[in-house]
């Protein structure tokens, strides 16, 4: 078990620094860069919207700690990778779309802790890989292509299951990753806000929040579409069961990766107005949910929110160049 380790989160991040020497060597390129934990910062942006309303809002840039190993699936993954280590386990294997920010991060992860990594990807192998693919590939992650149909089972076909694996789940979702998406905390003082509000994909951030924060109020905001299930799958992952929780479904923007012209000008605009970049698929919408609150006067005045900004921003390479203006 992790738990042993839970507080002693230095192995991971010692590791990596001395890897990143040996490495950097070998190949040059901003994925080996050392996760940057001095550069969380809480950020404060000012808006007409919330000045009028009496309500601050300061942002939780984990986007900053690293081009790649981005915002929360770090957090999510490392006591998985602490399990393996402990295991004596050589190889990670987990599951992944191929624009997904999890199998970049267990890829970047894996790298800089001597980790073989596998990835299982949805779908046939595509002609052109995704810059998620190529990079993903580039850090020595071997790709593994299954249908849609398998994928969904989520089996890991009996040719790569060695002696020498551990399998994360897709997305770093479970205890797990829970218990290491709690140790988010660490970078905010949860006391001095009113609200936290997180994008959900798993919902594992959002519960391993909650149970880091038992006394503050979390909101989070689904970009899948109608995935009422949602409540149920972030409940069992919470020490207090009965703990009261909301989960808001209305900005999904069509459903997952989905976005519409609406959702990119928010995200240009607020780029303009606050210097912070999101993405498409997770943070944008997010932002979007939050600020189209505060403007329907869902959060009392003098309500302090802070929002996690989760990273992703790789993600935004899918897009058509010249789309956003970051
Ligand atoms: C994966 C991801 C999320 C969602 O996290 P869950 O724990 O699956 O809910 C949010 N933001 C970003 C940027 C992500 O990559």
């Known amino acids: 078990m992790p738990a042993a380790n839970i507080t002693s989160v230095g192995f991971i991040e010692s590791k990596i620094a001395s890897e990143i020497k040996v490495n950097s060597q070998a190949i040059v390129t901003k994925s080996m860069q050392e996760l940057s934990f001095q550069l969380i910062t809480t950020d404060s942006v000012y808006l007409p919207e919330c000045a009028e309303r009496n309500i601050s809002?300061?942002?939780?840039?984990?986007?900053?700690?690293h081009p790649l190993v981005s915002g929360n699936k770090f957090f999510k993954l490392r006591f998985y990778l602490e399990e393996a280590q402990h295991q004596g386990k050589k190889t990670i294997i987990t599951f992944g779309g191929p624009f997904s920010n999890h199998i970049i991060a267990?890829?970047?992860?894996?790298?800089?802790?001597?980790?073989?990594?596998?990835?299982?990807?949805?779908?046939?192998?595509?002609?052109?890989?995704?810059?998620?693919?190529?990079q993903a590939s580039f850090l020595g992650m071997e790709l593994v292509f299954i249908s849609r149909e398998e994928y969904r089972r989520k089996i890991v076909p009996e040719e790569l299951l060695t002696h020498d694996c551990y399998v994360v789940n897709e997305g770093g979702s479970g205890h797990i990753g829970a218990m290491g998406a709690a140790t988010i905390a660490q970078y905010f003082l949860s006391s001095t806000f009113t609200h936290i509000c997180c994008a959900v994909g798993t919902g594992t951030m959002m519960a391993g929040l909650m149970n880091a924060c038992p006394d503050s109020s979390i909101i989070g905001v689904s970009v899948l579409k109608n995935n009422l299930e949602i409540d149920e799958a972030i409940r069992l992952l919470l020490e207090d069961k009965n703990r009261m929780f909301s989960t808001i479904h209305d900005y999904h923007f069509g459903g997952y990766a989905k976005y519409q012209p609406r959702l990119i000008d928010f995200m240009n605009q607020f780029f303009q107005e606050t210097g912070i970049p999101s993405d498409f698929v997770y943070t944008g919408k997010l932002l979007y949910a939050v600020m189209d609150l505060i403007k329907k006067n869902y959060f009392p005045s003098g309500s302090r929110l802070l929002v996690i900004h989760s990273g992703g921003l790789q993600g935004n390479l899918s897009l058509a160049k010249g789309t956003l203006i970051f």
């Open 57 to 65: 809002i300061k942002i939780l840039r984990l986007d900053k700690l």
């Open 106 to 134: 267990t890829a970047a992860a894996c790298n800089m802790n001597g980790f073989k990594s596998i990835g299982i990807i949805r779908g046939e192998r595509p002609k052109n890989f995704s810059h998620t693919l190529q």
